[in-house]
Nanobody
Framework: QVQVVESGGGSVQAGGSLRLSCAASGYTGSKYSMGWFRQAPGKEREGVAA????????YYAASVKGRFTISQDNAKNTVNLQMNNLKPEDTAMYYCAHRGGSWYMASPPRSEVQYNFWGQGTQVTVSS
């Protein structure tokens, strides 16, 4: 069983930055995908960014491209999401999800159903 834990959420003013981290324990393989999703009150959960550690390929939703950066820290076995120039519409609960094994598509998995294990979420609040 893989356990996924997010950290780094908080409150920030518009234009500010936050860094989210995601650690997955219980997985021993070297290749996996990690995705970040978010859900705002009254809205459906949406994919934000994803990374496949096998080749470093990344995916970003159009709404965050150029502002968010997803990266892997092999030394700590974590995936980070650097969020810059935050906007009030980025306010949401952010979830990290893990999918073990190889991924053979050009872009990492971006759909919820493609991930197996989920964290409890971390709140990000951006005030105007």
């Amino acid at each position: 069983q893989v356990q996924v834990v997010e950290s780094g959420g908080g409150s920030v003013q518009a234009g500010g930055s936050l860094r989210l981290s995601c650690a997955a324990s219980g997985y021993t393989g070297s290749k996996y995908s990690m995705g970040w999703f978010r859900q705002a009150p009254g809205k459906e959960r949406e994919g934000v960014a994803a990374i496949y550690t096998g080749d470093g390929s990344t995916y970003y939703a159009a709404s965050v491209k150029g502002r968010f950066t997803i990266s892997q820290d092999n030394a700590k076995n974590t995936v980070n999401l650097q969020m810059n120039n935050l906007k009030p519409e980025d306010t949401a609960m952010y979830y990290c999800a893990h999918r073990g094994g190889s991924w053979y598509m050009a872009s990492p998995p971006r759909s919820e159903v493609q991930y197996n294990f989920w964290g409890q979420g971390t709140q990000v609040t951006v005030s105007s």
